[in-house]
């Protein structure tokens, strides 16, 4: 049973891996592996570099991972959130960040729902959309359409995947106060990645999953605003 972090240094990636590792072995990918957490409680821990853009090392990773055991669970937790205003008159960075966030994760997504059909024993991916991709803000909309993207991808992969050994879940965080938005103010209903680790890997099934749960209301609620009021909403 080998669980796979894709993004090993992420926040959220790295308290899945603390909940999923004892007893198991982990495969740890990332493109700054001296940074990769310790988890003593794993049965083995093994180190993959991984750059999320290279997408042709996409299927050698997934496949040089199984080699240590079938994948039972797969974590695709890389992102960056990038910088709007500097996407705004840079088209490189704003390029970046849809790759980044919306073709390495369709790659990668595709090549591990691929590979883990094939193995025999049932399997979970999880996958991170977020609040910002339900509708696009100004303040970060290169970022939220990647998300959009993202999350219509898998939904329908959610059910090209229904029937099968292998589940995939869908997490739609809001504010996570950690790296990716260290600076920032914590918006209303901040969680921590230790809250979205185990939101996650308690769903037993395919799904989406709002964290906080009680975000699903105010996501509803967004949509009817306006968009003279909208334009104006802040990070
Ligand atoms: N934080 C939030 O508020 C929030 C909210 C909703 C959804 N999410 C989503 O949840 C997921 C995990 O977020 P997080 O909070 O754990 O973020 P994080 O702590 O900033 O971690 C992001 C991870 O992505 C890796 N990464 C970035 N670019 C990469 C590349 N080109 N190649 C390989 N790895 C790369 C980073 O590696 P380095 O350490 O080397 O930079 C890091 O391991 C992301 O998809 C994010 O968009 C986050």
């Known amino acids: ?4 972090i894709l993004g090993a240094t992420s926040d959220i990636g790295g308290e899945i891996a603390k ?6 072995t982990v495969v740890m990918c990332a493109r700054r592996p001296d940074a990769i957490p310790a988890l003593p409680e794993a049965k083995e821990v093994h180190v993959i570099p991984f750059e999320a853009s290279d997408l042709t090392s ?3 990773i997934v496949n040089e991972a199984a080699q240590f055991g079938p994948i039972t669970h797969a974590v695709v937790c890389f992102g960056i959130l990038g910088s709007q205003e500097r996407a705004l008159s840079d088209e490189a960075h704003a390029a970046e960040i849809a790759t980044i966030d919306y073709t390495a994760q369709v ?11 094939q193995q025999s024993e049932s399997s979970t991916i999880y996958a991170f959309s977020s609040i910002a991709g339900w509708r696009a803000r100004k303040a970060n909309y290169v970022y939220g359409s990647t998300k959009a993207g993202l999350d219509a991808f898998c939904q329908g992969l959610m059910d090209e995947l229904h029937g099968s050994r292998v589940s995939l879940v869908l997490a739609r965080p809001g504010f996570v106060i950690g790296s990716m938005t260290e600076g920032m103010k914590p918006a209303p209903m901040s969680v921590t990645p230790r809250v979205v680790a185990e939101a996650v890997v308690k769903q037993q099934r395919s799904g989406t999953i709002w964290i ?6 105010l996501a509803w609620v967004m949509k009817l ?3 003279p009021v909208w334009r104006h ?3």
């Open 1 to 4: 049973m080998t669980v796979l």
């Open 19 to 24: 909940i999923l590792c004892p007893g198991r």
């Open 58 to 60: 996409h299927r050698l």
């Open 107 to 117: 790659s990668m997504l595709t090549v591990l729902a691929d590979v883990l059909r």
């Open 212 to 217: 906080p749960g009680r975000l699903r209301l």
């Open 225 to 227: 605003v306006p968009r």
């Open 233 to 235: 909403m802040p990070r």
